[in-house]
């Protein structure tokens, strides 16, 4: 929590000096309080002094008035203090998931993200607005009342050091109980995430399948969970309350007790009587709140933990130092993608890609087939540089990716991924994201590669048509020839396409691949490079006409040549083609 602070509150930290300056206010003529009531009652109730009574009551409501107006002061200062930090917090833990690689977001998961920027922020936000309004506040109300009630009567103040102990181990008792089940509550909030994202986003595959009374399950028991966990630290934290409060009334009853002997004898008077009373009360009262700010600050300090922990972890993934990467020119003497002997292995299981090398020249393409889980998209991650291999070299323009600067590597290979991806806009601000600056010419030529213009100029309003979140208001054709067409957009020098044609029909699929194919000669008047193509698919009717084409199986290279080639040398390639090309000539 308080590296958090540290780090965040530079801007803001006038409001938390003014804050608790106000409180010091109000709190000073809290003390002050009892003082005038026991002199209402000493020389106006008792002396039958109106005047003395009235003087005293109009200073009573001038310190409320005043008091009043700092306390709405100190809530502005806590308000303006807690939401700016949490907004900072937020933005840059958010800043801060973006920059790592896929292996950390992998290793997180996205629920439990989006619980640490949402929930476990909003934790830290409570315990910034409550220790600007009230950590001053309610510490200071207790030691003044306790020295105050002292200089009263020192016989009396003993009841004070026998209660306030007692006081302090239950706190001590029931908060080192409470403190592990914060962090666990937080992680049963991840789990209902997790449920909710799952079945939210998949409704019509549990439609489908009939499968709303298992989700419904499902969510029932995670949010069961984390109920359990809640009344276990309500459970806990609700005997601080009565056990504190019958200890304070047990204090009040001897103070009343050994309080009205001295009176007797003239020790002490009424109202001093009534003022220890208060004192008293204001004290354990204190020590109740301060116990509540225990367990809001526990929440917060789990919390800060968990967004530490984010925090505190570094992308393995790190952009190389450099200038931005120059566009290399038209030339076929480099190879535009090589993968010199590439082992990876996503943490500490079984590797994914093992001892895989292969070269492509520009303007050549590169087919990728395999069964499920044979490491293809694992390949093209690579290239992308959303992963690093755990051995070997990934080299594109001759340049092992590491060296590239990432928003230039970015730049030069175009990923299509497997799932569609658009996000709430316009046709034109989905495909604006590679290149925020091209022309309505560049966006339509990409549009006329991608087979997406028909239906994008058959919509009334073409560029401009609205895109709904996720692009649910288009088919999955039509959301994969979008992905396609923005991809392209900005001129490439690598296209990789992982599986991103599964939804066109084969008539679609062929075009899409003879236009692309048409971009893998070089331009030498517009000054493009041929685009080198990375195709991933099952189908063989996809790969079949590239250049070359990889078979892997299990992370392993199974072949590696023409289609022609592999089918004499290939077991593997042999038998996808068996299976998919019956009835037709291989």
């Not at 048509?465 to 088919?475: C, D, R, T, W, Y």
Request: glycine share 8%; hydrophobic share 50%; net charge neutral.
């Amino acid at each position: 929590m308080l590296d958090l602070l540290k780090r965040f509150s530079g801007p803001y930290m006038r409001y938390f000096v003014l804050g608790p300056l106000c409180k010091l206010i109000e709190v000073f003529f809290d003390l002050l309080t009892p003082l005038v009531i026991a002199r209402m009652i000493d020389r106006g109730a008792i002396a039958g002094d109106a005047h003395s009574v009235f003087i005293s009551g109009v200073a009573l409501i001038v310190m409320a008035v005043v008091g009043i107006a700092f306390t709405l002061v100190c809530q502005k200062m806590a308000a303006l203090c807690s939401q700016g930090i949490g907004t900072e917090v937020r933005g840059a833990l958010y800043a801060h998931v973006n920059e790592l690689s896929s292996a950390e977001l992998d290793r997180f998961g996205t629920p439990s993200l989006i619980t640490r920027i949402t929930n476990d922020v909003n934790q830290v936000q409570v315990a910034v607005a409550l220790g600007v309004r009230q950590l001053i506040r309610w510490p200071l109300l207790a030691v003044g009342s306790m020295i105050a009630a002292l200089l009263i009567d020192v016989r009396l103040g003993l009841v004070f050091l026998v209660s306030t102990p007692l006081i302090g181990v239950i706190f001590w008792v029931v908060m080192a109980r409470c403190v592990p089940y914060f962090s666990n509550m937080q992680k049963a909030l991840d789990r209902i995430a997790l449920v909710c994202r799952e079945g939210l986003s998949g409704v019509r595959v549990v439609r489908a399948f009939v499968r709303e009374d298992h989700e419904r399950k499902r969510f029932r028991e995670a949010t069961e969970a984390q109920a359990s966990i809640a009344t276990a630290v309500g459970s806990l934290s609700s005997i601080l309350n009565p056990a504190t409060f019958l200890i304070m009334n047990v204090a009040v009853c001897v103070i009343l007790v050994l309080g009205g002997q001295s009176v007797n004898v003239g020790g002490l008077t009424q109202g001093q009587v009534m003022a220890f009373v208060n004192y008293m009360t204001q004290t354990l009262l204190s020590i109740v709140y301060v116990a509540n700010l225990v367990v809001v600050f526990t929440r917060a300090s789990a919390s800060a933990a968990r967004i530490n922990e984010v925090f505190a972890t570094e992308p393995s993934v790190r952009d190389a130092a450099g200038q931005a990467w120059e566009k290399p020119a038209c030339s076929t003497d480099v190879p535009a993608l090589a993968f010199d002997h590439v082992t990876f292995s996503y943490g500490s299981g079984a590797p994914a890609l093992s001892d895989v090398t292969l070269a492509l020249y520009p303007g050549m393409t590169l087919g990728v087939i395999g069964g499920t889980g044979s490491g293809k998209s694992t390949l093209v991650s690579l290239i992308s540089r959303l992963y690093d291999p755990s051995a070997g070299a990934v080299s594109v323009m001759g340049e092992d990716v590491r060296s590239w600067p990432l928003s230039s590597l970015r730049r030069e290979v175009a990923l299509v991924p497997q799932r569609a991806s658009l996000v709430a806009g316009t046709i034109r601000s989905n495909l604006l994201w590679r290149d925020s600056g091209a022309s309505d010419d560049e966006l339509w030529e990409a549009l006329e590669v991608a087979q997406a213009a028909d239906f994008v100029k058959a919509m009334p309003r073409g560029l401009d048509s609205a895109v709904e979140a996720g692009g649910k208001n288009f088919s999955g054709g039509q959301r994969q020839r979008l992905t396609i067409a923005r991809a392209l957009v900005g001129s490439p020098s690598i296209l990789v396409m992982d599986d991103s044609a599964s939804a066109l029909d084969m008539r679609t699929d062929a075009a899409l691949r003879h236009a692309i194919r048409g971009l893998g000669k070089c331009d030498a008047a517009a000054g493009k490079p041929p685009l080198t193509t990375v195709i991933v698919s099952q189908r063989v009717s996809a790969v079949r006409s590239a250049d070359v084409i990889c078979v892997l199986d299990h992370g392993t290279l199974a072949g590696l040549g023409t289609h022609e080639q592999l089918l004499e040398t290939c077991g593997l390639y042999r038998e996808i083609c068996d299976s998919q090309l019956k009835g037709e000539a291989n």
